[in-house]
């Protein structure tokens, strides 16, 4: 048992001191992604312009979504995760881990934590100089829950959004080039993620309906919890449907690995 935990620690190291390679491609991105929180800031202002609340939140509530949304996403996302798999697959690389006790899945994810590890504490630079200037919109309830609830939320919202770029990465055992599909589901991901614009301002009837969907657990689910959007029993409800979105996505990524393997031929590698 220590022994399987041990290579996937090894793993996790390797990634980390990769990542750190790249450390300022991270505090570059962290610092330009100022940039869009200012637009943020701009077009959310002027939509408040002559009213004191949307959709039942005030201006400071929805900023504060946002700015939760941006640090969200260096912590959680899949930045290229699945171009990463589809070149090994492409290349032939993955044919190592076939003749090794290795599972190719928690390979990679370990890979992906200690990317996001590196990404999330790059991202806390360029939070520490806009604080002068957001400081005073930020407003967040204080309810203890909200963090035992919220916390296992990211974590599953990591795993929502690994999975979905692994199994991207898996339809190259079918098709060359995956960057349309990655493409499209980046486009649905920007709306149904909470992205543009937080989801519950949406019609009661789609907002329940996309609440069904993988998309609004990757970002707005534990924005939503932080940021007061969601009541404590809405959001044990949505963490029991975000649980299950991780295990049928992680059943699907076994699926496509399983049927992708009879199709590969292994040369060279």
């Given at each position: ?245 991780v295990g049928i996505l992680v059943v699907i990524s ?16």
């Amino acid at each position: 048992m220590l022994a399987a935990v041990d290579k996937y620690r090894h793993a996790f190291l390797l990634g980390l001191q990769g990542n750190l390679v790249y450390r300022w491609n991270f505090a570059v991105r962290g610092f330009f992604s100022l940039f869009h929180l200012a637009v943020v800031f701009i077009l959310w202002g002027a939509a408040f312009a002559g009213t004191e609340a949307i959709g039942g939140f005030d201006l400071r509530q929805t900023l504060t979504y946002f700015i939760t949304i941006l640090v969200l996403q260096f912590f959680v996302s899949a930045f290229n995760e699945d171009y990463q798999i589809s070149e090994e697959i492409r290349n032939g690389l993955i044919n190592q881990f076939l003749l090794k006790p290795i599972n190719y899945f928690l390979y990679r994810f370990s890979i992906f934590v200690a990317a996001r590890l590196v990404s999330g504490a790059l991202v806390i630079l360029p939070l520490l100089v806009a604080l002068p200037f957001v400081h005073g919109v930020l407003t967040f309830p204080l309810e203890p829950w909200r963090l035992a609830i919220g916390l296992p939320a990211v974590f599953l919202s990591a795993m929502i959004q690994f999975t979905i770029a692994y199994c991207f990465g898996m339809l190259t055992f079918w098709f060359l080039e995956i960057q349309g599909f990655v493409i499209l589901s980046m486009a649905i991901e920007a709306v149904l993620g909470g992205q543009i614009f937080p989801l519950d301002l949406m019609s009661p009837d789609i907002f329940a309906t996309s609440m069904l969907l993988p998309y609004p657990y990757q970002m707005y689910f534990p924005a939503a919890i932080f940021t007061g959007r969601f009541g404590f029993e809405e959001s044990l409800w949505c963490l029991g449907i975000q649980a299950c979105w991780v295990g049928i996505l992680v059943v699907i990524s076994r699926g496509l690995w399983a049927r992708g393997l009879r199709r590969h031929t292994a040369v060279g590698g």
